[in-house]
């Protein structure tokens, strides 16, 4: 088995089998994955080999049971490679991508295996399986085919070949875009250039330049194009300026230069396409999730774009109109954010930067989501300052059930670090499965700038409501209980996985989980009645902006991943003004919410072809807070109805059937066309 002294080779005694992250080193990640691929191989092929004939329990079960080892260390070892990473860690992911990329071929494509599954899946309706073990026979058997395992060998080889270089690309996308970000954070040394900004941003500004070892302060840039400073930043000199950096990521030439890695990304992807049988990438995703084709997709998207278009317009109006009488220059895209708040003051007599005394996030966290949550689902949470996470920022909650029996362990890494890539996510260390005896370990990465020692973190309220949504997902990977780790938490359809997280959002401004948290850091006092209801009020304001630069990202990942094989696109900027010409989506004050060149969700993330899930999931995500609404909001009645229906079932379930049952009927797409000021 290698050196005993290796942590990941063999389970934790930790609680939860808690990885021992004072204990790794980044030398163990190499020994033990490349032990842990051995290992499944070798369980892989005393399957497919077995003279005995197919059975649900010598071929499914066992493939669920093979790679323990590796199902332990990979998550582990990602979750360092995104949110605490280093030079080491680097080397050690460019290194496995390919590698992982063909240990999973070798198993999806081996023909006898798929010899196996197929011989199952025709006899289905004879195996009397359970209805989840039945599911998970028919995703094994579609899985297969759509990956390719249906091919002759030479085909396979080159389908191996190229998901190996694109495991590669997707790595060095990455890593590019994580150096160029780190690069071009703005540096101020002049204090009247922060402006505008409040103390705790310019708090955590300096202690950005001082963590870098320079002088004055640092604007670090988070994922998106539009920066949370934009919208306080009083210099319009230093707002173009900060815009201008967001934007420059991957497109400036040198070594993190991302441009030449997406085009053979886009290249390779469309080629996989057209051997799996499919005209596109767009077609060969969407195979496999709720939309089913391209063309689902679109017809969403192409309804909504032009409406979402006109309300950005109408907004643009506003600003200019503001702009002209305070004298100020005509607007550009990098006041949008500033005037947009000038005009809901004046509107609403809201200024969200004076709220953030109110979203403390000891408080948010605690008072707020968790509280949300023990509402809902009579969970509790225990903080284990016993137990050590991967990072000296990371802290670990025990939740368990309202009678003290175990749901999992939570954690929590709320800070932004040049080691961390950009936006905040959920992601699961140890997935609950009753065959492999594990409970689950899950948790959120923030991107939070970090305030000085001693002074309070004072959330923005696009973070608090980031927070809400990210533990969303943290839920749906606490209460999933299923018996095949493959079916364990989120893993479900990518379009149907925002479900959960979009739900959980509306209680960030529900008035029994408001009224908990929204306190003022200083002065104890709760946010104030009438400013809530301003709050309540305002909630549409801006979305026109808001829908059109996501859509305009959505759009874009769509005309990328429709492009065939014999398409050749060599200039990225062209291409992009094409696109979002094409979509009606092209304008200059509202850039997409992601430009290609730093759209990490498309080109590192996962969300290939899949950004469109956002929106897909929020027609579901809209339909259920109405419902939440109408019978009384977070009530333990309403909680459990949809823990039991929606999150207790992971992915062990066709999601819209589960829909189905929760809600009497299928989602409608009016509370979404409605919340986004879409319905005409």
Not at 106 to 124: C, E, F, M
Not at 243 to 248: M, P, V
Not at 352 to 379: C, K, S
Not at 508 to 533: F, I
Request: hydrophobic letters at 40%; aromatic letters at 8%; charged letters at 25%.
């Amino acid at each position: 088995m290698g050196d005993q002294t290796n942590p990941l080779l063999e389970p934790s005694p930790l609680p939860y089998l808690l990885p021992q992250f004072a204990l790794i080193g980044p030398e163990h990640y190499r020994e033990a994955i490349t032990i842990g691929m051995r290992e499944q191989r070798e369980e892989v092929e005393a399957i497919a080999a077995g003279s005995e004939p197919a059975s649900f329990s010598n071929t499914i079960v066992e493939l669920e049971r093979s790679g323990r080892l590796l199902r332990r260390v990979l998550p582990v070892f990602e979750n360092a490679s995104s949110a605490n990473s280093d030079e080491a860690i680097d080397a050690i992911e460019a290194e496995f991508a390919p590698l992982l990329s063909a240990h999973r071929d070798a198993i999806r494509l081996d023909p006898r295996l798929y010899a196996r599954i197929d011989t199952l899946r025709a006899a289905a309706g004879h195996l009397d399986l359970d209805a989840e073990s039945a599911y998970l026979l028919e995703r094994y058997h579609r899985e297969a085919t759509l990956a390719g395992a249906a091919l002759d060998a030479a085909e396979r080889e080159r389908l191996t070949a190229l998901n190996e270089r694109i495991s590669t690309l997707t790595t060095a996308f990455q890593q590019h875009l994580l150096a160029d970000t780190n690069e071009l954070a703005l540096h101020l040394t002049d204090e009247s250039e922060l402006a505008g900004l409040d103390s705790g941003t310019r708090s955590a500004a300096r202690e950005a330049a001082t963590a870098r070892g320079l002088d004055g302060w640092l604007l670090t840039l988070v994922l998106p194009t539009s920066q949370p400073a934009l919208a306080n930043l009083t210099s319009p000199e230093v707002r173009d300026r900060l815009l201008a950096a967001s934007q420059a990521r991957g497109c400036r030439g040198g070594e993190h230069d991302t441009r030449a890695t997406l085009l053979e990304l886009v290249r390779l992807r469309a080629e996989r396409a057209r051997l799996l049988g499919f005209p596109n990438h767009a077609a060969a995703v969407t195979a496999d999730e709720t939309a089913g084709t391209p063309e689902a997709v679109a017809a969403l998207l192409e309804r909504l774009a032009p409406i979402a278009a006109d309300n950005a317009r109408r907004e643009a109006a506003d600003l200019a109109t503001r702009a002209e009488r305070l004298g100020q220059r005509p607007v550009a895209a990098s006041d949008w954010a500033f005037l947009t708040e000038q005009v809901r003051a004046e509107r609403y007599a809201v200024d969200l930067q004076a709220m953030r005394p109110y979203f403390e996030f000891e408080r948010v966290l605690r008072d707020g989501v968790f509280h949300a949550a023990t509402l809902l689902y009579g969970i509790q949470f225990s903080e284990r300052a016993d137990l050590v996470g991967y990072h000296s920022d990371t802290r670990i909650f025990e939740v368990s059930e309202d009678d003290g029996s175990p749901v999992g362990l939570y954690l929590i890494d709320p800070y932004t670090r040049d080691s961390k890539r950009g936006g905040a996510w959920m992601s699961s260390l140890v997935e609950q499965s009753e065959l492999a005896g594990t409970m689950p370990v899950v948790v959120n990465n923030l991107n939070v700038s970090k305030p000085a020692a001693g002074e309070p973190t004072l959330l923005t309220f696009d973070e608090t409501e980031t927070l809400f949504h990210e533990f969303g997902h943290a839920l749906h990977g606490l209460f999933a209980r299923v018996t095949y780790p493959s079916q364990a938490g989120t893993n479900v359809y990518r379009d149907f996985v925002e479900f959960p997280s979009q739900v959980n959002e509306m209680w960030m401004l529900h008035p029994e989980v408001l009224g908990n948290y929204a306190v003022h850091h200083q002065t104890g006092e709760r946010m104030p009645q009438e400013l809530v209801d301003r709050l309540l009020e305002s909630r549409g304001f801006n979305e026109g902006f808001s829908t059109t630069e996501y859509l305009a990202a959505a759009m874009l990942d769509q005309a990328w991943h429709r492009l065939t094989a014999d398409d050749i696109v060599t200039d990225v900027a062209a291409f992009e003004h094409s696109a979002l010409h094409a979509a009606g989506l092209d304008d200059a004050l509202v850039p997409p919410r992601y430009a290609s060149t730093y759209f990490a969700h498309v080109f590192a993330g996962g969300y290939d072809a899949g950004y469109y899930s956002y929106i897909w999931s929020e027609v579901p995500g809209a339909d259920a807070v109405e419902w939440f609404e109408q019978r009384g909001g977070a009530t333990r009645e309403n909680g459990e109805r949809f823990r039991r229906h929606l999150l207790a079932i992971g992915g062990s379930k066709d999601p819209l059937e589960a829909y189905r049952e929760f809600r009497g009927q299928d989602a409608a797409i009016e509370p979404l066309l409605r919340r986004r000021g879409l319905a005409g």
